[in-house]
């Protein structure tokens, strides 16, 4: 681990949003946990330090003003890898493979985008999934409005109480809302955009960029990564 410098001494700073369960969200305790969160932790370990996770919007993670501004040393945050945000940050190698998913109330009729003309869609301001059904919408001239909202504790409020009338974020966590809350939501489409994660570092942080990717090969390895996986994510 020789040669990763860090901006606060004893520790590897992570930005993120929350709550994005199962990736991090606080747990009752109200310590973040979660899939990303371990996988993270297992980075610190590995240079000898602790994580410390900084909750922040997520515009500031993926547009790379926080990673430069020294407010973390690293992004987790279930963040897609773009080509677009590939231009502000340098990520990781991928350690999830995600799509988008359209959840709605149990009982509700809707399978498609195209059922939805007249009705309210909820998003999650700045995500993947705003940009996915944003473009949808405008190809396929549909009658839909995009409601925007500032993380997904409020989207999935929404939702659960009919202010909009279907949303769209990345499946597991529809997944991880669906077992938290029996019987509420289902997930009416999947929209297979081939997503992956990444962690991200700031734009030339070679060191620790190299420092997260043999961290993750390790993990998957040496069954570190099913390991977590099989407790966030399931079989
Ligand atoms: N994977 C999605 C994206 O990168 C959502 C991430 C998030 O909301 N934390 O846009």
Redesign the pocket.
Known sequence: AGGVSLVKAGALTTCT?LP?AP?QAKDETGKVVGFDVELIDLVAKKLGVTQEIVDTP?EGI?SGSDLNAGKCDVAA????ITDERKQVLDFSDPYFD?TQALAVLTGSSVKTLEELAGKRVGV?G????EEYIKTQVEQKGLNIEVVSFRD?AAQQQALATNQVEAAV??LPVWNEYIKNNPGKVVVAAGFDTG?Q?GFAVKKGNAALLQAVNESLAAARSDGTYDRIYATWIGA
């Open positions: 949003h994005y990736f997520f993926k945050a279930g963040m897609t995600a999650q700045g995500t993947t999934g997904l974020n990345d997503e994660y």
